[in-house]
C-alpha cells in the first residue's frame, strides 16, 4: 500500500518562502498533485506534476509556486515563493491521476482522479 508523508510547513512572513516536501513509502507509476484547504473551505488543487515530469497550475499561483520531483528519493516538492496570507491552507499531497496520452496525467482541476493521501502540513502565512 502506497504512504505519502507531507513535511515543511511553517510560518512565514508575507513575501517569503516555503519548501513542502511529500515522501511517498515506494516507487509507482502514478503521478502526484498538491491540494489545500483553507479552514472551513474544500480542497482545492494546487499542482499537479504527470509521469513524465509535466507540470500543471492553478491560475492563483502560477509564477509562484513550482512543482517538482526527485524519484531517486521517492519525494515530490512544492517550491512556494512570495507567499500571500490568502495562502494559508493546510496542504495535502496526493497520488493518482489519469492514464492518457501514454502517460498518467495529474490536474489539480480533476481531485477526483487522486486515491492516496497524506495527512497534510500546514502553511501559515502572516503580515
Known amino acids: 500500500q502506497l504512504h505519502l508523508a507531507e513535511s515543511g510547513g511553517g510560518s512565514v512572513e508575507a513575501g517569503g518562502s516555503l519548501t513542502l516536501s511529500c515522501k511517498v513509502s515506494?516507487?509507482?507509476?502514478?503521478?502526484y498533485g498538491w491540494f489545500r484547504r483553507i479552514q472551513g473551505k474544500d480542497k482545492d488543487g494546487v499542482a499537479g506534476?504527470?509521469?513524465?515530469?509535466?507540470?500543471s497550475y492553478v491560475d492563483s499561483v502560477k509564477g509562484r509556486f513550482t512543482i517538482s520531483q526527485d524519484t531517486a528519493k521517492n519525494t515530490v516538492y512544492l517550491q512556494m515563493n512570495n507567499l500571500k496570507s490568502d495562502d494559508s491552507a493546510m496542504y495535502y499531497c496526493?497520488?493518482?491521476?489519469?492514464?492518457?496520452?501514454?502517460?498518467?496525467?495529474?490536474?489539480?482541476?480533476?481531485?477526483?482522479?487522486?486515491?492516496?493521501w497524506g495527512k497534510g502540513t500546514l502553511v501559515t502565512i502572516f503580515s
Open positions: 496526493a497520488s493518482g491521476g489519469r492514464w492518457e496520452g501514454g502517460k498518467f496525467h495529474c490536474s489539480p482541476h480533476r481531485i477526483w482522479e487522486f486515491g492516496t
Open positions: 515506494k516507487p509507482n507509476r502514478y503521478c
Open positions: 506534476i504527470d509521469s513524465d515530469g509535466s507540470t
